[in-house]
């Protein structure tokens, strides 16, 4: 008897056929890349600025491997030293095209029960010469290697998400090296922030415009005092991962007894969030649904109590609530969080507003694998933002498509790449480099899509006389 293939399967044939994206639905790629810069474009200065920029959207969302300056350069048939001084110090200002950007986000995504995301990623860098580079933990690479790390702030709602800023982290040593500033045209407004600071920067300058009703982000910014205290003074909700060895005291259980009659009542005193977790009944830990998979609904187990938390000198803070998340299987990962909410607010929605935060580690490695967020070779401050400033347009422009493609289809499983639609061609005004920028401007105050990699196709990309 011969055994039938998984993929022959009734279902697996289904959702195959879901899936499956014709020519049509992505020949017209470069009419929709054309027509989305064409909102970007009056936030450069310049005519072949405008140019350059459409030319290096257009091949940081192709099938090139490398998405350098070099190789975009030569794709779409055109000198390489132009493309390299417009990433690297062209004089446009990033920060408007980022403010066009987020307004962008906020039309086509704005949700009241939004959620602004916070996360550092790290960026594995050769030599020392390239800004903020230094030795650091890289969790790419599982050890402690040359890098540059950036603070990302996501917009993560119902109809889709998107990363909205990003900023160089400059550590202390660098913050105050004036010749290694001066050689990668550091700002003079540029001063050490740890990135918790640079988190609440971003969200106070940039919530009011994005609607959102939570603020999430990893332990990195979740164990900050002082960043849950500015979060709860400025009437935001939030719910961000702590370590696991966070001090907690339980207020929902029974103090001790006195020693005696004219002893003070005494404390419950702190733990381990990890150890009170343990000690926790089965009968205690809920299971809920997260969302709806592939392979079936996502479940987790949660549990939640009033707490308080010690802080770094050791004092005494006010009430938060302790959420403890853990996946359901042989070897459970376990999440546990601190949250300022409306008690009302029930334990299925705090777990599904935690299950947004991860949607900025997929932003992060779908920019990486997608559109190079990574491949940049670009040395100083400037270079550094005008790259991620256009990577985060090109991902931005990959999402958009994905959502077109998926609402054409009736869903969201469309495939990502059919060969041999997409071409870069060289637009007739990308030419010479504008002035040197030597200042950056101030700034103003479901995992389971394909990648939809809107080249449309990983072969060689024609040059322009070929086009």
């Not at 332990?219 to 907690?248: A, K, Q, W």
């Not at 006195?258 to 702190?270: G, I």
């Amino acid at each position: 008897m011969t055994r039938m293939s998984l993929l022959e399967a009734p279902e697996a044939q289904a959702l195959l056929e879901e899936a499956m994206i014709e020519p049509a639905d992505v020949a017209d790629c470069r009419k929709q890349i054309d027509g989305f810069v064409q909102r970007y474009l009056p936030r450069f200065y310049r005519l072949e600025q405008r140019a350059n920029a459409a030319l290096v959207i257009r091949g940081l969302v192709s099938g090139l491997e490398r998405k350098t300056c070099e190789p975009i350069a030569r794709a779409a048939g055109v000198q390489r030293k132009p493309i390299q001084f417009f990433v690297g110090n062209g004089k446009w200002d990033d920060e408007a095209v980022m403010r066009e950007l987020r307004a962008h986000v906020a039309q086509e995504l704005a949700d009241p029960e939004g959620v602004l995301v916070l996360d550092g990623s790290t960026f594995p860098k050769k030599g020392r010469a390239s800004c903020e580079v230094g030795r650091q933990w890289c969790g790419r690479l599982g050890n402690v290697e040359n890098c540059q790390t950036g603070v990302f702030l996501t917009y993560a709602a119902a109809g889709g998400h998107a990363l909205v800023d990003r900023r160089l982290f400059l550590p202390p040593d660098w913050a105050a090296d004036v010749g290694r500033r001066a050689k990668c045209h550091v700002p003079g407004f540029v001063i050490f922030q740890e990135k918790w600071r640079i988190g609440w920067d971003m969200i106070r300058e940039h919530g009011a415009n994005l609607p959102h009703q939570w603020i999430t982000g990893d332990d990195e910014f979740g164990r900050v005092n002082e960043l849950r205290r500015r979060l709860r003074e400025s009437g935001e909700r939030y719910l961000v991962d702590v370590p696991c060895n966070t001090l907690v005291r339980d207020l929902e259980r029974r103090r001790p007894p006195r020693r005696s009659q004219k002893a003070r009542r005494r404390e419950v005193p702190f733990c381990r969030a990890e150890v009170w977790a343990a000690k926790q009944p089965a009968g205690r830990w809920r299971r809920l649904k997260v969302r709806d998979g592939e392979k079936g609904p996502l479940m987790v187990e949660a549990l939640e109590r009033r707490v308080q938390t010690k802080d770094e000198h050791r004092r005494v803070g006010p009430e938060e609530r302790l959420v403890v998340i853990r996946t359901v299987g042989d070897e459970p990962a376990v999440d546990y969080c601190l949250c300022h909410a409306d008690p009302k607010v029930p334990l299925s929605k705090l777990v599904r507003v935690h299950a947004a935060r991860h949607r900025i580690e997929e932003s992060l490695e779908e920019g990486k694998q997608e559109v190079g967020l990574g491949h940049y070779e670009v040395r100083s401050w400037v270079g550094w933002h005008h790259h991620m400033t256009l990577c985060l347009l090109a991902l931005w422009f990959v999402t958009l498509q994905r959502r077109r493609i998926g609402e054409k289809k009736g869903g969201d499983h469309g495939r990502a790449n059919p060969p041999g639609i997409h071409r870069v061609a060289a637009p007739a005004a990308a030419h010479g480099p504008a002035n040197r920028l030597d200042d950056h401007r101030r700034p103003d105050t479901e995992r389971g899509n394909a990648h939809l990699q809107v080249a449309c196709g990983h072969g060689p990309i024609p040059t322009a006389k070929a086009a």
